[in-house]
């Protein structure tokens, strides 16, 4: 699509803007959409369902509610698209396709390395893996001689071996 | 022990009250972790019914917390709206937590006794646990957070997924759930011009910036909220020590700005800092955005000694208590714009004045 300001460059950003009093959407080049004071790197935080908006054509189409809702709380992909927020933990598993490419767009990378959680209930495997993220917390609490941080660790690196 | 929170008086304000580290460009610092509870749709999507649930199984879990400090618990629809704007303005609630007229059901906010912390229930995810600090103490900061929320989770079952972590309603915080900010006044950058470039490179680094009241707001009388962007992939002291490394180079752009302006134009910075004190000390009405810029002009003379008072925790201070719902509650009722406005203006005049002895 041409810029609808000079017809002359590919359009590539999408203004919408109240223009007469009524709602109206232009499609820009970024030097007319620089011209109008936009920027096309925004380094402004854009909510999320504007991000979304701009994740290209199936996005665009915001669904045609042809994919099935959350078996839990119901919420479908064009709601997630519009929100920008999931309903419930278990959307997660239900939409995991097409959140494990957001999720590396979002932050560069779909896998957790922080702090594991352990439930009551957990199994032993769970608690193995927590305990060597502690230790890898711990020997990194040594190396930058967080003294107060590693004595802590250490403690709860003791109590959870205690419960193995 | 968990009681009902009663009068708000001077909760959740401890922050103001200490300069801190730095405390002359870093007013604050913050870290919060997003967690949500198995079993219960995140809280845009539950009905009262599970709101009221989980703000009752989060009360059960605070009031167990072995060895922990008293801790007031506040429902937000048990407030009136100018005690919400009060927690508002202290900057221990969120918008989204006090809603724009009717608070959302059953919302909840849990100040320790201590001030150490803060958690507000049912706001974007069940829980938001968070610490607030006077002055560039993120280490500190997260560490008290961690801890919290070690022992919240041996009471309360998280839901959390072995690959993408802490899970949250939005996705843009889920992993870590980790949110560190740093509330930092950088007017040397702003009036040399040199603010747009280290924004741009604040983005580049994967970090992000926003005005004082969070998500969308105006960048007002040049404080900047600088945090991390992602949550997922890093480890939590990882995404804590960037942020830090990173604000500490601001700082020291910043210091650099101020010294070179006080090289190459003394006089129009000291005309500069001296007017507004002159405002500041004097007017007879003054507009909210009026005086946050007028207290950056003052904030940056005290730092480069050109006023030798009033004291920065004063400045934090009027941040807070200038603000309209706190000049209302001082005044016992509301207030129309121009009462407002003038009410600000004797508050900000005693303040001042009262620092000058």
Partial sequence: MLCEDCREREAELQLTAIIDGAMRTLDLCSVCASERGLSSSSSTPAPLADFLAQLGPEAASGGEGSDEPCPYCGITEADFRRTGRLGCPQCYAHFEPQLRSLLRRLHGSPQHVGKLYMSAGSEAGDRIARLSAMRRRLQRAVDTEDFELAAELRDRIHELEGAE | ?357
């Fill in chain 2, 1 to 357: 022990m968990i009681r009902r929170g009663g009068e708000i008086d001077s909760r959740g304000l401890s922050w103001a009250a200490v300069g801190g580290e730095a405390g002359d460009i870093v007013v604050s610092s913050r870290v919060r972790l997003a967690r949500n509870l198995q079993g219960y749709p995140f809280p845009g999507r539950a009905s009262a019914e599970d709101r009221a649930r989980v703000l009752e199984t989060v009360r059960t879990a605070l009031g167990e917390l072995a060895g922990s400090a008293d801790v007031d618990l506040w429902e937000m629809g048990d407030l009136d709206v100018r005690e919400r704007d009060l927690l508002l303005e202290r900057h221990v609630v969120s918008r989204e937590l006090v809603g724009e007229n009717e608070p959302p059901s059953h919302a909840g906010l849990a100040l320790w006794v201590d001030e150490t912390a803060g958690l507000m229930i049912n706001e974007e995810d069940h829980i938001r646990l968070q610490a607030l600090t006077g002055g560039f103490e993120l280490e500190d900061t997260w560490r008290t957070v961690d801890r919290l929320d070690e022992r919240l989770g041996e009471l309360l079952p998280y839901a959390f997924h072995h690959e993408y972590g802490f899970l949250t309603a939005c996705p843009t915080n889920v992993g870590t759930g980790l949110r560190a900010s740093v509330l930092v006044h950088l007017p040397g950058l702003v009036l040399t011009k040199e603010i747009r470039k280290v924004l741009e490179g604040i983005g580049q680094v994967g970090l992000t910036y926003r005005g004082l009241y969070g998500e969308g707001s105006e960048v007002v009388g040049n404080l900047f909220q600088v945090s991390n962007q992602t949550t997922l992939g890093k480890e939590e002291e990882e995404l804590v020590g960037h942020l830090t490394r990173v604000v500490g180079k601001v700082v020291d752009y910043e210091r650099s700005a101020r010294s070179r302006m006080l090289r190459e134009a003394p006089g129009i910075l000291e005309d500069k800092v001296w007017r507004a004190y002159g405002i500041l000390r004097h007017a007879r009405s003054l507009g909210a955005e009026e005086m946050m810029n007028l207290l950056s002009a003052l904030r940056l003379g005290i730092s480069l000694k050109l006023l030798q008072s009033p004291r920065v925790e004063t400045l934090n201070e009027i941040l807070v208590f200038g603000q309209t719902a706190h000049l209302e509650e001082a005044a016992g009722g509301a207030l129309g714009e121009a009462e407002g406005d003038a009410a600000r203006a004797a508050y900000v005049r005693t303040r001042l004045q009262s620092d000058e002895s």
